[in-house]
Structures are given as structure tokens and as C-alpha cells.
């Protein structure tokens, strides 16, 4: 899905900087540009950046357990 119209940044790019090294919205940003032209989506990237550096951070976070 595209996250970014203006740049051409997709949620897979914003995950792909993650798995990189980016560990915050700033790093993601620099290195992928959403979010750095109109601004309309940097709400959406900021919450995709942080899902996705807590599941680089704690591997297996996105697995449910029944109780």
C-alpha cells in the first residue's frame, strides 16, 4: 500500500528501513522521504515506523496465544 503519494513510498519501504537499522520516525523518514513533502501522511508512517520497530525489537510480537 502506498503510504506516501507524493514521494512514492509504500508501507513495505518504511518496513524495509526498519529492518535496516531505522529506529525512529526521523530515521525513516530521511532515508525514505515520507512524510517530507505535503506532510498528509506522516500520521499513517509514524504509526507503521513504530509497529514495525517493535516487531524488529521483540521477534515473534505479531503471534497470538489463546488463553
Known sequence: MY???????SDKAIH?????GARSWREVREQ???????????????????????RELVPGADLAYAV
Not at 503510504?3 to 513510498?9: A, F, P, R, S, T
Open 16 to 20: 524495509q528501513a526498519v529492518e535496516e
Open 32 to 54: 525514505t522521504g515520507c512524510g517530507t513533502q505535503c506532510g498528509k501522511c506522516a500520521c499513517v508512517g509514524k504509526t507503521i515506523t513504530r509497529d514495525a520497530i517493535a
Open 3 to 9: 503510504v506516501c503519494l507524493c514521494k512514492g513510498v
